[in-house]
């Protein structure tokens, strides 16, 4: 098929060494961000490439360069089925990238551990790792590892837990002060006008994400459920084993607990509590993330409603981000953004 000659043809970086009046190699430096390029000469070649509408087609240009992308996944250490969802996504596209000459890899550091973050960020090897994707606290420790990653040209983004103070490229997950508003709007209205207490189950006051469905949960329950008492959070630290032992005298002390919003990831503790309490006393749940061990709470009426974000889609969007920041292409905001999915028993996925 022959082109239309009345059909502009795109522009190339002949035109932009034109344009620029500079030499392809100084555009090639410009282009993938090497040294030894003044100031004033990166300034006019990026005009030039604005003037012309040149948009560059990074798969070809890192294939010709033989470039093989590196992205780390920094994880909490623990055996919640959310984490071990997010590392199964992870080996999964891992093996299905394999042809785009893009490598996935993960490690675990402790959970709620800010020196242990900050210890295994500084420990990247930014010559050797394209982009870091960071699950973990917002301290200044982690921020100061964050700002050095990027001064090495590291692509950061944050995931599931924002670390917006820091100088990370983008974050992906859901907003979390409108999961906690959800879950807030759910449990209000599955407990009905009765005056009673709601416990939250938390992991920990100084994870972000927990912070901020706290705030969100708070703020519907004092605008639209106010004869609902809402207790302090109880901090289970994820650990199921603390949870099953810290809920039953804190349910003991506190009668009328007629709700529960489990907003971390202590599931399995807190239906070991369940199963051992009579089903006539039960209170409303809600809960966080969809697996098998939610999955099968919601089957048997011990779980009400689970708020949810995709695994998959959370670890996809962040190579994606991580691959066009690493290009210095834009990024399909739409696409990345992350939904917040509610399921009850009846809307299970097969």
Do not use: W
């Not at 519907?220 to 099953?244: N, T, Y």
């Not at 290009?327 to 399921?343: F, K, L, S, T």
């Amino acid at each position: 098929m022959t082109q239309d000659r009345n059909t502009p043809s795109l522009p190339t970086i002949n035109d932009i060494a034109r344009v620029a009046q500079v030499s392809l190699a100084t555009v090639d430096r410009v282009l993938n961000a090497r040294p030894g390029v003044r100031e004033k000469t990166v300034k006019k070649v990026n005009q030039a490439i604005e003037d012309l509408g040149y948009v560059r087609d990074a798969a070809a240009a890192s294939l010709a360069r033989g470039r093989i992308y590196n992205f780390v996944f920094i994880l909490p250490a623990g055996s919640n089925e959310f984490l071990t969802s997010l590392e199964t996504e992870i080996k999964q596209l891992s093996k299905g990238l394999r042809h785009e000459r893009t490598r996935l890899s993960f490690i675990r550091v402790a959970a709620f551990d800010p020196v242990a973050l900050a210890e295994a960020i500084g420990a990247i090897d930014s010559q050797e790792v394209d982009g870091v994707a960071i699950f973990g606290p917002e301290t200044p420790s982690v921020r100061d590892s964050i700002a050095h990653l990027k001064s090495n040209g590291v692509t950061v983004v944050s995931l599931v837990a924002d670390i917006p103070s820091s100088d990370r490229d983008h974050y992906v997950g859901v907003d979390n002060i409108a999961a906690g508003r959800t879950a807030a709007q759910l449990l209000g209205r599955f407990v009905g006008s009765a005056n009673c207490k709601i416990l939250v189950l938390t992991g920990s006051m100084l994870a972000r994400d927990h912070l901020e469905r706290r705030l969100g949960f708070d703020e519907i329950m004092a605008r639209d459920f106010p004869h609902l008492e809402v207790m302090p959070s109880l901090e289970g630290r994820d650990d199921p084993d603390l949870i099953e032992k810290l809920l039953p005298s804190v349910m003991s002390e506190n009668k009328g607990v007629a709700g529960i919003y489990s907003s971390a990831a202590g599931n399995e503790g807190l239906l070991r509590v369940l199963r051992a309490t009579p089903r006539i006393s039960k209170p409303t749940i809600i809960a966080h993330e969809l697996t098998p061990l939610s999955c099968e709470a919601l089957n048997h009426g011990l779980f009400d409603a689970v708020i949810s974000q995709d695994s998959g889609h959370l670890v996809r969007s962040a190579v994606r981000i991580m691959r066009a920041k690493s290009d210095r292409m834009p990024i399909n905001i739409a696409q990345e953004r992350i939904r917040i999915d509610i399921y009850l028993k009846e809307n299970m996925p097969p």
